[in-house]
């Protein structure tokens, strides 16, 4: 028995590794966001910690309602439970996640719409820091632009890094097959035509140090909270 | 003043604070918000070394001693900037206000620039106030927090029609320096509340006033890039970038540094210590001896020389602000790189 009351909490803790922090692109499990996980008579109760008080409420939802519905899909899960813990918004998501009410109606008069669409502009950055920690090996190692923009993606060697490009670009509904070109615009998925390669290499590039000098402050500011946290 | 290896550095910060953040000056009801965001700003020190961290007692209420021996005895700072916040919602005095900084720069002459700041959810009677503060304190710039708080509002955007009119104003006045803060609330709360697309409208659209980006955008350095490399009237504030990642995360304080000279250059970047977050001795000493890395993934990024770092440092804000600096600490005009002109072409074409 209580083998299997744990085999459905562990189920439950690997389906919040597939939830991410939409502006970081990692799972919260990696970051240190998930407090404690619990599975008792079928109801599974999760609680999340982010690195300040004032997280940006729409992100801080996401990552509620995700984790909501992640823990929810888990066999043996009846009820779930998410609770977002020392947040200034965190009566208003918790309790909108748990009535599924939405944002709109979770934040009443504050929003206009869903989060949909700004999901969507943080996995196009995604897309772009992935392009470069793609193709920054290849072009450390003197790959050019003229090279580069005849790539598909099944012509670059297998790394968790490229893994994650594709996954992230079939999530937008981006070509993502193996005879798709490397270099698209991550907003129509066209390829990126030769002579505009560099400034998109730029892009991607300035787009994942972005990213970067993003998780290591809140790095910084978790631990500063909470002690532990992650590394990047 | 600064000096290493015979070379002298002009201080001018110019983003730093004289806050009131204790519970005596958090308003009744509103108390775990004033907590919470000094906490969350206490919280940002811990990036620092280890040897200037405070307690946060201290932290929420240093005094002025503190401030003149940190910034201006220990800190190397010669003119230093006054970036006021109010947020009266939750700090009953305000957070931060022109007047309690004016009235610390007033026993200091010479040493202090007092910025004033306005809201333009305020109505004509912000505009009022704007010209009293102008012409009080003889304010060259203002400081917008654009998430403020105000009367049931979660924020607001440079580019909204209520905005341009202070903007227009400020101008009038003598207003030359509009410093962005961009936080993490706004309305509609479903977009992205630290998006810059509103400052790149209000800087093309008031071509005259100079728009300095604080943080540089973070946490959206990509699009602040963007949108720098086009509009010649906007400057990366460095405060946060070199307090935030230069002791805690030097590699990729080295990439930010790397993309900002890349699309920005280092004639538009200003420092700013963020005191009391952080105190600039160890930032303008570590930031005097830094150099790009050797290291593949930054070996084509532009270098920042000694008089690169002069203009970060002090010259670039002493420009915006009129402050007059003895020649022993000037570089030649066409000393340093400026950022790559063709690709920020590249970018406006596209």
Known sequence: ?232 | MYTKDGEKYFIVDSHMHYWSAGPDNWVKGAEHYAKGWIECFHAYQGLGPAETHWPIEKFMSYTEDDLMKDVFEDGYVDVAVFQPTYLKEWYAEGFNTTERNAALGEKHPGKFIANTRFDPRDGDEGLKELQRNVERYRSKGVKLYTAEWNNGSRGYKLSDPGCYRYLERAQELGIRNIHVHKGPTIWPLDKDAFDVSDVDHAATDFPELNFIVEHVGLPRIEDFCFMATQEPNVYAGLSVVIGGLMHARPKFFAKVMGELLFWVGEDKMTFGSDYGIWEPKWQVEGFVDWQMPDDDDLSDYPRLDTAGKKKILGLNAAKLYDIQVPAEFLVPAQAGQPAAKDDAQLVSGS
């Open chain 1, 1 to 232: 028995m209580s083998a299997a009351l744990s085999d459905v909490a562990g189920a439950a803790l690997a389906a919040l590794a597939t939830v991410r922090d939409p502006e970081l692109d990692k799972p919260v499990t990696d970051l240190g966001f998930v407090a404690s996980c619990a599975v008792s008579g079928g109801r599974a109760t999760v609680r999340l910690r982010l690195p300040t008080y004032f997280c940006a409420p729409n992100f801080a939802y996401l990552m509620v309602a995700d984790a909501y519905d992640a823990v929810a899909g888990v066999p043996g899960v009846e009820s779930a439970e998410v609770i977002l813990e020392d947040h200034f918004a965190a009566d208003a998501i918790n309790e909108g996640v748990a009535a599924q009410a939405g944002f709109v109606q979770s934040f009443d008069g504050e929003a206009v719409a869903e989060l949909g669409d700004l999901r969507a502009q943080f996995l196009r950055k995604a897309v772009m820091a992935g392009t470069d920690q793609v193709c920054r090996p290849l072009i450390n190692a003197g790959a050019t632009p003229e090279e580069l923009v005849v790539l598909t993606l099944g012509a670059v060697p297998a790394s968790p890094a490229m893994s994650r490009l594709k996954q992230r670009r079939a999530e937008l509904g981006l070509p993502a097959g193996d005879d798709a070109p490397l270099l698209v615009d991550p907003a129509a998925g066209a390829p990126v035509p030769a002579a505009q390669v560099p400034l998109h290499l730029r892009k991607a590039r300035v787009t994942r140090a972005g990213i970067e000098a993003n998780t290591s402050i809140c790095s910084g500011l978790f631990r500063a909270r909470y002690g532990g946290g992650w590394t990047v």
